[in-house]
């Protein structure tokens, strides 16, 4: 058999069979392939042929190479499990559900202990009998509604890209063998699910339990309606005790109320009439007296302090008051009477002090919240919140839609501060920056370039064993630390734009192609300006899901 194999077509051959394993398969252990690889290799080697004085094909197209592919194929693993999932003498049949209706589990379970060597699972269930339990059936198709096979066919690929005479070709053919795959294995699936559907269709368990399940539901359904009836019933009457004891109450509590209103509006007219009786008392004790005074003038202006009395002292005050005045002489009197004015205008004027003190701060509160750009605007600029904005100005320049609240976003987004800023209060801000002198915008401008500096050229500490990362591994040790130019810039995108992601050792050509800078400093600058980007839209984004609001 093997000398009528033909070497060109070795891979149409069935490996297993020229090494005298058909029997075994995929069964076949590594030792028992090297064993038969071994005992066909003293029988057919060429060497042992051409020493029986037997005529030998030179090169390739002897079939003895038919021998080599097979022990190549199934000593490796990777070779030999796609050549086991395209096995020539598997069946892929499946029954039909006028087969597998009479006699199910017969025809049936040969066909899933067939089709589960493909499973990566190690334990398949086993498809079982009429004995089953619900559990055991719903465990076995579960399992094969989500059956996860192995089983590819990369075997099958019409072009081998090692052929190839260019990448370009390789990459063609890569992609045809992918998709080749990639239909074969839907296809493979599609039976698997399709045998599934079928067993299950003609499962005459799955149906015995539609019908215990259905008569379940009937009876649990009856039982919940009479246990919803007398629930109902139950519910009426509770209801209708919870009514009539609302009722009960509702008309005790109104009556209490009624009650107190009653009583409470008694004691406010008892209360009423006390202190009208007092007032009229005390009006008339200091009448008596002439409001103490020796003039029409004096008696007026003390006229109106005891009106200020009878409007601002409480009942036991004035009935004091009044002790006073019906016991005392007319200088005790006048004394008291005097007394209590000077507590009354003292709390007068108290009271007034306290309302324009509201008042002024209502007003200081209103301008610190942004009137006349106070708050925000004017207060709690620090260093970093003006480099913050020198930035944001230059980030989103003239022309820019709703350019104020886009920075007023960015800052609020950024900052290092719990100041909200708004639109009103960085455009002060702006205008107080551009009317600075040039001295004090160069000194902000150095402290920004500082804080940047600082912040892009630390370096956190690392364990002496530790290896640097391999993304910003650079040649040039720390790099240039100096701003970039305007022209160090151009050439940075262009070249960024001449080498794309694709390209091999793509940093590298980037930094030659920036005179000064090493491939750590144009990755970092790159890193920055995506940073920068990111913020940008964001800030934009925002101010526009506010104005459609």
């Given amino acids: 058999m093997l000398r009528t194999l033909d070497p ?13 394993l058909p029997h075994l398969r995929y069964k076949a252990t590594q030792k028992q392939i090297k064993a038969a690889h071994k005992s066909i290799v003293l029988k057919h080697h060429p060497d042992k042929r051409k020493a029986a004085g037997e005529q030998i094909v030179e090169g390739d197209n002897d079939y003895f190479t038919c021998i080599t592919k097979a022990i190549e194929v199934l000593s490796d693993p990777v070779k030999r499990r796609a050549f086991d999932s395209v096995d020539p003498t598997f069946d892929n049949s499946a029954p039909s ?24 699972k190690k334990h398949v269930p086993k498809l079982g009998g009429m004995e089953s339990s619900f559990e055991e059936v719903d465990n076995f ?5 989500n059956f996860d096979s192995w089983r ?3 075997y099958l690929d019409e072009e081998e890209k090692e052929k190839a005479e260019c990448r370009d070709e390789r990459r063609w053919i890569e992609k045809q063998n992918r998709a080749s795959r990639a239909q074969r294995k839907k296809e493979e699936m599609n039976r698997i699910r399709t045998l599934v559907d079928t067993a299950y269709s003609c499962d005459p368990r799955i149906k015995k339990f539609k019908e215990d399940e259905k008569a379940r539901k009937e009876s649990e359904k009856k039982a919940k309606a009479e246990a919803k009836k007398r629930e109902q019933e139950q519910k009426e009457r509770a209801l209708q005790a919870e009514q009539e004891a609302a009722r009960l109450a509702k008309e005790k509590e109104e009556e209490e109320a009624r009650q107190a209103a009653q009583l409470a509006k008694k004691e406010k007219d008892i209360q009423k009439k006390a202190i009208k009786k007092e007032r009229q008392k005390l009006r008339s004790a200091c009448k008596t007296w002439n409001y103490f005074a020796d003039n029409d003038a004096d008696s007026v202006k003390m006229m109106e302090e005891v009106e200020k009395l009878c409007d601002r002292l409480e009942l036991t005050s004035l009935q004091s008051l009044n002790e006073v005045l019906a016991s005392g002489s007319k200088e005790e009197s006048k004394e008291a009477v005097q007394k209590q004015v000077l507590e009354v205008n003292a709390q007068i004027q108290k009271d007034r002090e306290a309302e324009l003190q509201a008042q002024q701060a209502a007003r200081n509160s209103e301008q610190a919240s942004g009137g006349g750009g106070g708050g925000g605007g004017g207060k709690g600029w620090n260093e970093d919140d003006l480099q913050l904005l020198i930035k944001a100005v230059n980030l989103f320049p003239a022309g820019t839609n709703a350019r104020w609240e886009v920075i007023a976003n960015y800052m609020n987004i ?5 100041i909200k800023r708004t639109a009103k209060d960085v455009i002060n801000k702006a205008k107080t920056l551009q009317r600075l002198d040039p001295g004090q915008k160069d000194e902000i401008n150095k402290k920004a370039f500082e804080k940047f500096k600082k912040e892009h050229t630390s370096v956190a500490p690392t364990v002496d064993n530790a290896v640097p990362s391999e993304r910003f ?31 091999p050792e793509r940093w590298e050509k980037i930094a030659a192609a920036v005179p000064g800078r090493n491939k750590k400093d144009c990755m970092k600058r790159y890193k920055e300006l995506v940073e920068m980007v990111k913020a940008k839209k964001a800030a934009q984004e925002q101010v526009a899901a506010k104005s459609k609001k």
């Fill in 97 to 120: 559900k006028g087969e597998g209706k009479d006699n199910f589990f017969e025809v049936f379970s040969p066909v899933f202990d067939r089709n589960a060597r493909w499973s990566t």
């Fill in 473 to 503: 591994d650079g040649s040039g040790g720390d790099g240039n630390t100096a701003p970039w130019t305007t022209e160090e810039q151009k050439l940075l995108e262009q070249a960024l734009k001449t080498y794309p992601v694709s390209t």
């Fill in 141 to 145: 198709y579960s399992f094969w509604y």
């Fill in 152 to 154: 590819e066919f990369s």
């Fill in 8 to 20: 060109k077509d070795w891979k149409n051959q069935d490996h297993y069979a020229v090494l005298g």
């Fill in 414 to 418: 950024h900052s290092s501060s719990s």
